[in-house]
Structures are given as C-alpha cells and as structure tokens.
Nanobody, 124 residues
Framework: QVQLIESGGGLVQAGTSLRLSCAAS????????MGWFRQAPGKEREFVTT????????YYADFGKGRFTISRDNAKNTVYLQMNSLKPEDTAVYYC?????????????????WGQGTQVTVSS
C-alpha cells in the first residue's frame, strides 16, 4: 500500500502561483509514476502531469506546459506541483496519484493509489 497526503491548496488570484506537495509513505515508490490530476465541479477527473520516480521523466497535459512544473525530492519522498500564471479555469480539486510499473500514465484508472485531494481556487 502507498499512502499519499497532499497539501498546499488554497485561494489565490489569477496570475499568481501556488505549490502543491504530495508526501508518499508505505511501499517504496522508487519504480512508480507519481502524478497529479484535477477535477472541477461537474467535470471528469483529468490528467495534469506525472513524473517517473526512477528516471525523472516528466509528462504534462497541454494546458500545463509552460505553466506547471512537477518535481520530486527523493530524500523526502515528496512530489511537488509548481503552478504559475494561474487562471480561473485551473480551479479544481487537485489529487496526487501513484502507479507502479509501466503502461498508461495519463488515465486516472491506471493509478491505484490516491490522496484525499486539495482544493485550488483561482479568483479573477
């Protein structure tokens, strides 16, 4: 089992930045993909970004390229999502997720482990 705890959400104004954190515990995640997804009211959960813990390779949804950055701290077993130039349409609950091995890395169903989510609200 892998436990994930997100933090760092909040209410911010458009154009500002926010950094989310996801602390992993339990089984080692050294061979996992650690991802971020988000879900806005009335919408499906969507892929934001993911990182291979082993290689550091990163993948982003188009809306996040150039604005969002995922990173990891091996010593702290923590993954971060730095979000810059936030827009009102970025408002959502952001979830950290983990999946072992290889395969699909952008579909929520491919991730068996999830955090509780953290609310991000961007005001205009």
């Amino acid at each position: 089992q892998v436990q994930l705890i997100e933090s760092g959400g909040g209410l911010v104004q458009a154009g500002t930045s926010l950094r989310l954190s996801c602390a992993a515990s339990g089984r080692t995640v050294s061979t996992y993909y650690m991802g971020w997804f988000r879900q806005a009211p009335g919408k499906e959960r969507e892929f934001v970004t993911t990182i291979s813990w082993r290689t550091g390779n990163k993948y982003y949804a188009d809306f996040g390229k150039g604005r969002f950055t995922i990173s990891r701290d091996n010593a702290k077993n923590t993954v971060y999502l730095q979000m810059n130039s936030l827009k009102p349409e970025d408002t959502a609950v952001y979830y950290c997720a983990a999946r072992p091995g290889i395969g699909d890395i952008t579909t929520p169903q491919a991730y068996p482990y999830w955090g509780q989510g953290t609310q991000v609200t961007v005001s205009s």
